[in-house]
T-cell receptor, first 113, second 112 residues
Framework: NAGVTQTPKFQVLKTGQSMTLQCAQD?????MSWYRQDPGMGLRLIHY???????DQGEVPNGYNVSRSTTEDFPLRLLSAAPSQTSVYFC????????????FGDGTRLSIL | QQPVQSPQAVILREGEDAVINCSSS?????VHWYRQKHGEAPVFLMI?????EQKGHEKISASFNEKKQQSSLYLTASQLSYSGTYFC?????????????FGTGTRLQVFP
């Protein structure tokens, strides 16, 4: 049981480049979400999904797209990277609609030059 | 809206106690608590649901006062392993785990 797996662990991009951060979970969790973590700002919700085919925006969705074609995978796409998107990105999943513990991946450290 | 945590930082010696507070301007359904070690992912500690219950996890416990829209995390007889940043996460409605909004964190350092 791998839990929540994020790839890559580190990435450096140039301004304007696009990329996809991968997130996969093997716990059959319905709910998945993406957070970004910046110094002094805690964890801010970018996008989330309540199940395959259903996604919605969080607190800071601009500049990011998501899709949920399967229960297991929830990729986060940066369309045109900007230095303001330099951050640590965490993917999380939880079991059901009721309040459940969030299981976090190890994070992706992204730098935009 | 992000919940507000206080204090922002705490420094303790082993064996001392600490309280971390989390408050929201909105009515809450539940409060989550997580701990994050430097360079690692946040790890779940506990969830408190509407009803003012108190929960415990080793020597770490928490309370939730829904009328005051506040939760407090109590760390007693602190150990070196308690060092890290503590985050509260709040849900406004039932069945809405996906809208878990985190506070800015409280950094706890425990020294021998």
């Amino acid at each position: 049981n791998a839990g929540v797996t994020q790839t890559p662990k580190f990435q450096v991009l140039k301004t304007g480049q696009s990329m996809t951060l991968q997130c996969a979970q093997d716990m059959n969790h319905e709910y998945m979400s993406w957070y970004r973590q910046d110094p002094g700002m805690g964890l801010r919700l970018i996008h989330y999904s309540v199940g395959a085919g259903i996604t919605d925006q969080g607190e800071v969705p601009n500049g990011y797209n998501v899709s949920r074609s399967t229960t297991e995978d929830f990729p986060l796409r940066l369309l045109s990277a900007a230095p303001s998107q330099t951050s640590v990105y965490f993917c999380a999943s939880s079991y059901s609609q009721e309040s459940q513990p969030q299981h976090f991946g190890d994070g992706t450290r992204l730098s935009i030059l | 809206q992000q919940p507000v945590q206080s204090p922002q930082a705490v420094i303790l010696r082993e064996g001392e106690d600490a309280v971390i507070n989390c408050s929201s301007s909105k009515a809450l359904y539940s409060v989550h608590w997580y701990r994050q070690k430097h360079g690692e992912a946040p790890v779940f500690l506990m969830i408190l649901l509407k009803g003012g219950e108190q929960k415990g996890h080793e020597k770490i416990s928490a309370s939730f006062n829904e009328k005051k829209q506040q939760s407090s995390l109590y760390l007693t007889a602190s150990q070196l392993s308690y060092s890290g940043t503590y985050f509260c996460g709040t849900e406004k409605r039932a069945y809405n785990t996906d809208k878990l909004i985190f506070g800015t964190g409280t950094r706890l350092q425990v020294f021998p």
